[in-house]
């Protein structure tokens, strides 16, 4: 395996050293999309919720948003390519059928129950539901083994669980059909950021730019959704709109395209941030500006919109924001690790990659990892130190 070593003139300074004055740059870069991320996110809730309770087609308002979105990611990549002169990523079919094409299906179906559930139930009880979307990522990551079986893991889920149960026990809101829903939602979740991850964590996809992502996602997600909303709400939108009187009823056809289109931007937005923290950050950093949010949509759940909980319901919330702590404590605990690991093998004396070695071994990576298969499936050295590289961004 070829190995660039590139060393530095002083000798004795690392990587990060010599990155400090970025730091505050990159510290700016992802306040900003969290920031970004909170209001957007809590934002569409109650705006889906409140628009859904007028406009009963919610697979009709998701497959617009999908229409929506895959074309503004289509005109800014065309007019991008235009601009710089050169193509954008395009990947074959192979890797479109194998990597992406499941991913955009739980993406869709996650998508659209939540908005269909969303219909039925309350926004804290949507959002206490979705949450438990965290039990399903470890139960894929024990699946996929890239987590170890543990006590703590097995608590996690207990804890997050219970949490649920006691929280929608007699619930004088509750919406069976709408939690179930919601349910699967989360369930879809769970699969749908594992393999997010899969596929923008492999430099070879070339997937890291969200707006990249969203293009090669967004038709598959379409695709999964149009059986169900031909099946539950072809005919009945046919029927709806054969009701209308033109032109008595035209204001009322463009107000509703209007609302589409607000929550069609609103969710782009949205799904940009969520990829952006995933490829800049990490999924832990999402997953702690998750607790955050639910705990803020919760709140104005209760003041704006007269949601109502018992004291049980209420130990319940506890229970179940403590395992997701708890949850964001243990990957807080590994991510440390793995970066102690890291810096440690590679000392003050170590050779220091400069950006073009970077992007050499990100080309190399690829033809690299038969022959790591090879040998064990043992890491490189190649590979370990572009992972400290890449993570300065981080």
């Known amino acids: 395996m070829a190995r660039v070593v590139l060393n530095d003139s002083d000798g004795n300074k690392t990587l990060l050293q010599l990155k400090n004055n970025r730091y505050l740059w990159n510290l700016f870069w992802a306040s900003s999309i969290i920031v970004l991320y909170f209001p957007l996110s809590i934002g569409l809730t109650f705006y889906q919720r409140w628009f859904l309770q007028k406009f009963h087609y919610p697979l009709i308002v998701v497959m617009i948003h999908l229409l929506t979105k895959f074309t503004v990611v289509a005109i800014f990549r065309l ?6 002169k050169r193509l954008r990523i395009r990947l074959d079919w192979p890797n479109t059928i194998r990597k992406i094409a499941p991913m955009g299906f739980v993406s869709g179906l996650d998508i659209a129950f939540s908005n269909w559930g969303l219909e039925f139930i309350t926004v804290s009880l ?67 950021w594992t393999l997010a991850q899969f596929v923008m964590q492999r430099a070879e996809m070339g997937l890291s730019n969200p707006i990249d992502m969203l293009y090669h996602v967004q038709p598959w ?9 031909i099946a539950f709400e072809a005919g009945v939108g046919i029927h709806g709109w054969s009701m209308l009187k033109f032109p008595a009823d035209l204001q009322l056809v ?15 937005a949205l799904e940009l941030c969520e990829y952006l923290v995933i490829s ?23 003041e704006w919109n007269g949601d109502q909980m018992s004291k049980l319901n209420f130990v319940g919330l506890l229970f179940c924001m403590g395992g997701i702590i708890c949850h964001v404590l243990l990957k807080t605990t590994k991510a440390a690790k793995t970066n102690s690991t890291l810096l440690n093998s590679t000392s003050l ?33 190649t590979e370990v130190l572009f992972s400290v590289l890449h993570s300065r961004d981080r």
């Open 126 to 192: 949507y959002t206490m539901t979705k949450s438990t979307s965290i039990i399903f990522i470890l139960f894929f990551a024990l699946l996929f083994k890239l987590e170890e079986k543990s006590w703590y893991l097995i608590l996690i889920v207990g804890m997050i669980s219970g949490g649920l149960i006691m929280f929608t026990y007699k619930a004088t809101q509750f919406d069976l059909m709408g939690f179930l829903l919601v349910l699967f939602a989360s369930f879809s979740s769970g699969i749908r």
């Open 221 to 229: 997600m379409f695709i999964s959704i149009l059986p169900f909303m």
């Open 280 to 302: 800049k950050m990490s999924s832990l950093t999402l997953s702690v500006a998750s607790i955050f949010k639910e705990v803020c949509t919760l709140v104005l759940a209760y």
């Open 254 to 268: 463009w107000f509703t395209v209007f609302y589409i289109s607000i929550g069609s931007l609103i969710a782009l």
């Open 349 to 381: 004396s170590k050779p220091l990659l400069d950006e073009a070695s970077a992007r050499f071994l990100a080309d190399v990576t690829t033809s690299d990892d038969d022959e790591d298969d090879e040998h064990g499936g043992e890491n490189s050295s």
């Open 79 to 84: 007019l991008w390519q235009c601009w710089h």
